[in-house]
């Protein structure tokens, strides 16, 4: 019989980024204490640096077709590409399916074509992925908090220590993610 290792799943992963949280608070806030830095998280940026690290812990399994975080990937994503498709329906064929139709339910057949296609593309991208490549790498972790930085920088009026709490919280919960898929065996994790 064909022996077969369990991976870490979605409920795993996540109580583990839970419970992980408090060690990278403490680890954060007694570095910057070393360097002579003062700075206390408010609730704001403890929420934000909670979520940034909680779905970082669980982000890496949307290369896997089962996964529920590329579900939520999917459905999160999803009015990002379909108002850019509206835009294009809207523009170009809004008048020919309105000669047809009252004015509200041409723009609801446009909405429900524009979501669609929007499925469509999505889907085809994430088909595309292996599971266990690129976002299951150290370079994915580090982009995940680059990312998070670099939309963090206007709501957190470039505050750079609250930006760097933020930023590498997402960081650290992506490489506690990688951390468990390896069972605690840092030299396999990926570089890229
Ligand atoms: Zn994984």
């Known amino acids: 019989m064909r022996r077969c290792l369990k991976i870490p799943g979605l409920t795993t992963h996540l109580n ?6 408090p060690a990278y608070y403490f680890v ?3 570095i910057i ?6 700075y206390t998280p408010g609730a704001v940026d403890l929420v934000i640096s909670y979520l940034a690290f909680i779905v970082g812990s669980d982000l890496p399994d949307i290369d896997h077709k089962d996964a529920p975080m590329r579900f939520f990937a999917q459905v999160l994503l999803l009015p990002l590409i379909f108002t850019k498709i509206l835009d294009l329906l809207v523009k170009h064929l809004f008048r020919y399916v309105a000669i047809f139709m009252p004015d509200h339910l041409a723009f609801t057949v446009l909405l429900t074509l524009a979501v669609a296609i929007a499925f469509l593309i999505l889907k085809s991208i994430t088909a595309l992925m292996k599971h266990r490549g690129f976002f299951h790498s150290i370079s994915f972790a580090l982009i995940y908090g680059a990312l998070l930085y670099f939309f963090g920088t206007s709501l957190l009026h470039n505050h750079l220590l609250r ?6 919280g997402g960081t650290c919960g992506v490489i506690v993610h990688l951390l468990l898929d390896t069972r605690g065996k ?3 994790m990926k570089l890229w």
Do not use: P
């Open 16 to 21: 583990t980024g839970i419970f992980l949280y």
């Open 28 to 30: 954060f806030i007694s």
């Open 33 to 38: 204490r070393a360097w002579g830095i003062d």
């Open 163 to 168: 930006l760097l709490f933020i930023s590498i």
């Open 186 to 188: 840092v030299w396999k």
